[in-house]
């Protein structure tokens, strides 16, 4: 079983809402509404790791949300849900990067750059 929290459950109930939705063409709300819910994700304490992929868990509850439009459009549900789990993980990988590590730090303002 594996171990989750109110906030990523909720989230990835409606992650598998929108993908529904958008499998139906019942809306587009997916697009506007994928990047917070994908940042809720990780600031709650979703990571993938060897047991835990978000292409498969959005997939599993999607199939399960509205199975027969889901099993039938199993290739579009594949693409929905590989560009969900791609945009995860570069959010993933932006938010673990510290300032430090593109440039050095800069002054605030002109004061504190120079003795005036």
Request: contains cysteine; negative net charge; aromatic residues 2%.
């Amino acid at each position: 079983m594996r171990e989750t929290n109110p906030q990523i459950e909720s989230a990835l109930d409606e992650l598998s809402e929108l993908v529904c939705q958008s499998l139906m063409e019942q809306g587009d709300q997916l697009t506007g509404r994928r990047d917070g819910l994908l940042r809720t994700l990780l600031m709650s304490g979703y990571t993938t790791t060897h047991d835990r992929n978000l292409m498969t868990d959005v997939e599993t509850r999607v199939k399960h949300k509205c199975g027969e439009c889901a099993m039938h459009r199993g290739g579009a549900l594949s693409s929905i849900t590989s560009d969900l789990s791609k945009k995860f993980n570069v959010l993933a990988k932006w938010e673990a990067h510290s300032p430090s590590d593109e440039s050095p730090s800069k002054p605030a303002n002109i004061s504190s750059a120079t003795d005036a």
